[in-house]
């Protein structure tokens, strides 16, 4: 095979040995670890009495469950707490790199990553969770791992698993006003279904794609899994070169020479065959709310909730507490959420920020919050003064973590209540049981939270 | 890891597509960090009216009625039988543990995610995907009969059910191989230590910036 594709390329340079029958044991540079997902990983190492096998490859640190109001009194709920603790025994027990809660570096591993070069692009990297993929942004393969995996991992550095099948996304085009990466992976879930891309590592390319920063890569490829596949990629350009550079853990030097010159065969090359390929039009593009209660039921923000639905849209629906029929822009909000590894990078709150300038909450929000995704995005967001135009406009602003995106801390929905989120599921019960939301983008959370409903931002 | 050959049992029909992991086991639950004692929450939110906490007395939650897993007549199923797309989202290992803590080790279905599915096999829990007009055929005598049996066979990869009908499904030969005998993907793993160590000794020279 001459003509490879990007997930061609970095899959077979992590070959380690190959089956007859296709299943591979396939190296893996990263393993980003949190709370949540390694304590029984680790416990099981212990109880095998096996070695942890390259403790250099990982980075850990404590996100989905850390509180985002004041920490310096540590974890009041002692659960949490425990499970926290747990990580940084393990963390110490086997003297592995971890940002613990009070470091300025700690945030969300899918945010933490990339802003520490320690996600790089031709890695394969995973994390036991589904949201990794957002580090193939970078031109990594990048993909969200199960206990058992994880375990897998911090015992032989490998995974056993197959080769999926590839997916071309091609995004042409130049998204308008007001639309952003949000609303372009909103509008491919819509269109894919959210088991659309299963059994797919996906690439996303095409103008649109190439004109995104990294952050907004990001976005993209963190909700690859909202359309079933694994894995989303996307080819190294300038900007990923000129993103990577510099990081605490980049290469530097001659080593800095050599990556580059490998970094940049990382796109698919001319001709490269994929096993499906969809297209979309970014000038058409409006920005979307999702109205259901999975990423897939989603609409453009001047469209209505549709009318004729499915036994399980009819079932989201009265989850949802919406009639069908009903005008997206006439959905009233109690809450809003801005935050989460798909929308809490600099660029999401300068997006937000813009929008509420000299605004104020609009009366019917009870809570609006913003949750930087890390502790150095929260850091440059307060030297830009972004911290007090939000805090001006009625704005909670917070510690990073997960928080609100799946409400595992003190930050939840109460039973009924309607939030505006920039987080990447809108599963029943997701922020909390009960509770009901609504995915959109960072500028469209922030006019929500000022108007109290929902309103087209690219008409503001 | 348990092995899994064969099972005979009714089914529970759980007639709904793309139930995610949060629903199978919500988030309050994530804190433990042990992988057992999950099944009294599977489908906590569907299954009981109040909400529940981690470490809480769920005998004393009040159930929900109307939910297919609280019916009597389902009390036995060790199959689950649903639509498609079953264990989308989060990766939480803790969904394929609270299904077999609470007896299941079965799931048919259309379609499953991916992560759901190496998860599956990692425990013991075997995953059936079945056609689309197949699954039907079992909802419609499911709903006629609740007691109506299967047999899985893991070993003639089918299904056979008290009406003598029979549907084969597909599985990864060496998927199979791990759950006939119940082995430990680790250890299969570390017989190829040495491959492992001969590609980090190529990665030193080839891309140093990776591995030191
Ligand atoms: S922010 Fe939300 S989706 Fe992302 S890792 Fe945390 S819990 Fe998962």
Known sequence: ????????????????????????????????????TSPQAFEGLRLAKRNLWRKDSILATADHNVPTTDRSMGIEDVISK?????????CKDFSLTQFPMLDVRQGIVHVIGPEQGASLPGMTIVCGDSHTSTHGALGALAFGIGTSEVEHVLATQCLLMKKSKNMLVNVNGVCPVGVTAKDIVLAIIGKLGTAGATGHTMEFAGSAIQALSIEGRMTICNMAIEAGGRAGMIAVDDTTIDYVANRPFSPTGIEWDQAVAYWKTLHSDEGA??????????????????????????????????????????????????????????IKLDKVFIGSCTNSRIEDLRAAASVIQDKKLAENI??????????????QAEQEGLDEVFKAAGFEWREPGCSMCLGMNDDQLKPGERCASTSNRNFEGRQGKGGRTHLVSPAMAAAAAVHGHFVDVSRM | MKAFTEITSSLLPLDRSNVDTDAIIPQQYLKSVKRTGFGVNLFDNWRYQDPGVLGQDHSQRKSNPDFVLNKPEFRNAKIILARENFGCGSSREHAVWSILDYGFE??????????????CYKNGLLPVALKDSEVDYLFEQVNANPAFMCKVDLNEQSIIDEKNNSFAFQIDEFRKYCLLNGYDEIDLTLQHANKIKEYEDKLKHSSPWLIK
Not at chain 1, 4 to 26: A, C, F, I, N, P
């Open chain 2, 106 to 119: 079965v799931v048919i279905a259309p379609s499953f995610a991916d992560i759901f599915c190496s998860n």
């Open chain 1, 1 to 36: 095979m001459t003509n490879k594709t990007l997930y061609d390329k970095v899959w077979q340079s992590h070959v380690v040995h190959e089956r007859d029958d296709g299943m591979t044991l396939l190296y893996i540079d990263r393993h980003l670890v949190h709370e949540v």
């Open chain 1, 273 to 330: 065959k994929f096993d499906t390929t969809i297209e979309l039009n970014a000038n058409d593009l409006k920005p979307q709310v999702t109205w259901g209660t999975s990423p897939e039921m989603v609409a453009d923000v001047n469209a209505k909730v549709p009318s004729d639905v499915n036994d399980d849209q009819q079932r989201a629906l009265e989850y949802m507490g919406l009639k069908p029929g009903v005008a997206i822009e006439e």
């Open chain 1, 82 to 90: 425990t499970q926290v603790d747990t990580l940084d025994q393990n």
């Open chain 1, 366 to 379: 009870k809570l609006a919050m913003v949750v930087p995704g890390s502790g150095l995005v929260k850091q």
